[in-house]
T-cell receptor, first 115, second 116 residues
């Protein structure tokens, strides 16, 4: 079974600093995808970044990058030059690349950016 | 706006009443998922459709829950005889899944249900 662990319930970061949000996962399947979503207080889940298990390079999307360490089964999200608008809940999720492709989510990290 | 939409955004109901939520996916997406999110947790999978066919239901989906996607476009999720434990955010997501291609799931804004 898939399992996602996010060990940081909350983080406070000074504006303009970089922040790393931790995510570890557990699966025996070789083919999977890892995702990060942002959930502001409005409730919508906003897709940020994706990493495939066979991808050789770490994914990047603007200020977001994913530090993928396959042997350690970790997929940490790095946000560079944080902004006040980055304050939100952040969820790590995993998907098997076959079958129903449902997402399994972690419990999330609440990030607060301090001016 | 071509994203996923959900209606209503908020619903307050009394225990025992029936409620129905609607999800309109991104137009070309063939997959539609329903998730439920309770306070302090990540979303949990409920069910999904490939076009109009409902292919899997989670054990979380009791007999009081029913979902449809009659023409392979919009979907409805109905909860009969609501209970206080049904209070949650109900999220809909859609994606395009073709042979050899798996796209990201894009979520709607959710329907927040409160059962009194």
């Amino acid at each position: 079974a898939q399992k996602i662990t996010q060990t940081q319930p909350g983080m406070f970061v000074q504006e303009k600093e970089a922040v790393t949000l931790d995510c570890t996962y557990d699966t025996s399947d070789p083919s999977y995808g890892l995702f990060w979503y942002k959930q502001p207080s409005s409730g919508e889940m906003i897709f940020l970044i994706y990493q495939g298990s066979y991808d050789q390079q770490n994914a990047t999307e603007g200020r977001y990058s994913l530090n993928f360490q396959k042997a350690r089964k970790s997929a940490n999200l790095v946000i560079s030059a944080s902004q006040l608008g980055d304050s939100a809940m952040y969820f790590c999720a995993m998907r098997f690349n076959f079958g129903n492709e449902k997402l399994t989510f972690g419990t999330g990290t609440r990030l607060t950016i301090i001016p | 706006d071509t994203g996923v939409s959900q209606n209503p955004r908020h619903k307050i109901t009394k225990r025992g009443q029936n409620v129905t939520f609607r999800c309109d996916p991104i137009s070309e997406h063939n997959r539609l998922y329903w998730y439920r999110q309770t306070l302090g947790q990540g979303p949990e999978f409920l069910t999904y459709f490939q076009n109009e066919a409902q292919l899997e239901k989670s054990r979380l989906l009791s007999d009081r829950f029913s979902a449809e996607r009659p023409k392979g476009s919009f979907s409805t999720l109905e909860i009969q005889r609501t209970e206080q434990g049904d209070s949650a955010m109900y999220l809909c997501a859609s994606s395009l899944v073709l042979a050899g291609v798996l796209e990201t799931q894009y979520f709607g804004p959710g329907t927040r249900l409160l059962v009194l």
